[in-house]
C-alpha cells in the first residue's frame, strides 16, 4: 500500500510536469501564431504598398507620356509659327520696298499722281491676297488719265501684264482679263500682246479656266491687227 500511494504520487506528479510543459508549448505556439499573424499582416501592407507604387508609376508613365506628344505638337507649331512670321516678314519687307521705291521714282521724275494712286499702287505693283480686280482696275484708270507719255503708258501696261501673270484662281484670272486686260487690249503694243500670251500660256489659273480658249482668240486678233 505504501508503495503503491508512493508511486500514483509520482504519476500525479509526472503528470503535472507534463501538464506544465503542454501549457508551456501551447503558450509558445500561441505566441508564434501572434507573431505569424504579424508578418503576415506586415507582408500584406507591403504588398498593397507596392501594388499602389506600381500603379501610381503607370499613371506617372501616362501622363508622361502625354506631356511628351503635347511638347512635340508645341515644337512643331513654334516651327510653322517660325517659318509664316518669316515668311510674312519678308512679304512686308517687299511691299514696303516696292511702294518707296515707286514714291522715290514718281518724285524724282516729276509725274502728276494723286495720293489715291500713291497709296493704292503698291498693291498693283504686288499683287497680295487684299488684291481686289474692281479697285485695281479704277487705279489703272487714274494711272492711264495721269499722263499721256509713252514710257508712262508703256509702264502701266506692263504693270497690268505683270498683275495678270500673278493670278491665283480661275476667278480672278476672269475678272482680271474682263476689266483690266480685255479695255486696254487695243493699246497694247505687239511687244505686250506677245508679253501677254506667253503668260496666258504659263499660268495654269489662267491657262485652264473654261474662258481662256476665248480670251486667247481676242488677244491673237489684236496681236494680228498690230502686226497687219
Same mark, same amino acid.
Given at each position: 500500500m505504501e508503495q503503491s500511494n508512493e508511486l500514483r504520487s509520482s504519476v500525479q506528479k509526472v503528470q503535472q510536469f507534463h501538464q506544465e510543459v503542454l501549457k508551456n508549448k501551447?503558450?509558445?505556439?500561441?505566441?508564434?501564431?501572434?507573431q505569424a499573424e504579424s508578418k503576415d499582416k506586415a507582408l500584406n501592407t507591403v504588398n498593397e504598398n507596392n501594388l499602389a507604387l506600381i500603379e501610381k508609376n503607370a499613371l506617372l508613365e501616362n501622363d508622361k507620356s502625354e506631356l511628351s506628344s503635347q511638347l512635340a505638337k508645341l515644337n512643331s507649331d513654334i516651327l510653322v509659327n517660325n517659318d509664316n512670321y518669316t515668311r510674312l516678314s519678308k512679304l512686308l519687307s517687299k511691299a514696303r520696298k516696292s511702294k518707296s521705291e515707286f514714291i522715290k521714282l514718281s518724285q524724282v521724275n516729276g509725274w502728276f499722281i494723286n495720293e489715291t494712286i500713291k497709296r493704292q499702287l503698291p498693291k498693283v505693283i504686288y499683287i497680295d491676297n487684299d488684291f481686289r480686280v474692281a479697285q485695281n482696275a479704277s487705279i489703272f484708270v487714274e494711272m492711264l488719265n495721269a499722263s499721256n507719255d509713252d514710257a508712262w503708258v508703256t509702264g502701266c501696261h506692263e504693270l497690268m501684264i505683270?498683275? &495678270? !501673270?500673278?493670278?491665283?484662281?480661275? =476667278?480672278?484670272?476672269?475678272?482680271?482679263?474682263?476689266?483690266?486686260?480685255?479695255?486696254?487690249?487695243?493699246? &497694247? !503694243?505687239?511687244?505686250?500682246?506677245? =508679253?501677254?500670251?506667253?503668260?496666258?500660256?504659263?499660268?495654269g489659273q489662267i491657262r485652264d479656266r473654261n474662258r481662256a480658249e476665248a480670251d486667247m482668240k481676242l488677244v491673237t486678233a489684236a496681236l494680228s491687227s498690230k502686226v497687219a
Open positions: 501551447e503558450e509558445e505556439i500561441n505566441e508564434y501564431k501572434k505683270h498683275g &495678270f !501673270s500673278k493670278c491665283w484662281s480661275f =476667278d480672278m484670272a476672269d475678272s482680271y482679263f474682263s476689266e483690266i486686260i480685255k479695255p486696254n487690249l487695243q493699246n &497694247f !503694243s505687239a511687244d505686250h500682246l506677245r =508679253d501677254l500670251s506667253t503668260v496666258m500660256r504659263a499660268n
